[in-house]
């Protein structure tokens, strides 16, 4: 069953910026507070890759391409995680996905980036 939806996505020219936000409507609270959420994007024919991570304690971890432009956080009482994106490039167009880390359920539909250059 998939517990998460993602929204924010949209088309921005290269340089701009979008926030993006993942409700995870169908996770009990009990699970989503403590789950380390994270971020994902998938280019079509390429595969999903790892973006960005924050934990129950909000410690964050981020991917190289992303590092310095990309923001994750979370609001628990909206079981909600953001993803805040700076400085958009071509390179970062995709569909962008939020899932639990370490125990992932069902791939929502994502939320697609499209950055023109």
């Known amino acids: 069953q998939v517990q998460v939806v993602e929204s924010g996505g949209g088309f921005v020219q290269a340089g701009g910026s979008l926030t993006l936000s993942c409700r995870a409507s169908?996770?009990?609270?009990?699970?989503?507070?403590?789950?380390?959420m994270g971020w994902y994007r998938q280019v079509p024919g390429n595969q999903r890759e790892f973006i960005a991570s924050i934990s129950s304690s909000r410690v964050t971890n981020y991917a190289d391409p992303v590092k310095g432009r990309f923001t994750i956080s979370r609001d628990n009482s909206r079981k909600t995680v953001y993803l805040q994106m700076n400085s958009l490039k071509p390179e970062d167009t995709a569909v962008y996905y939020c899932?639990?880390?370490?125990?992932?359920?069902?791939w929502g539909k994502g939320t697609l980036v499209n950055v023109s250059g």
């Open positions: 899932n639990n880390v370490v125990t992932p359920g069902s």
């Open positions: 169908r996770m009990i609270t009990s699970v989503f507070n403590p789950a380390t």
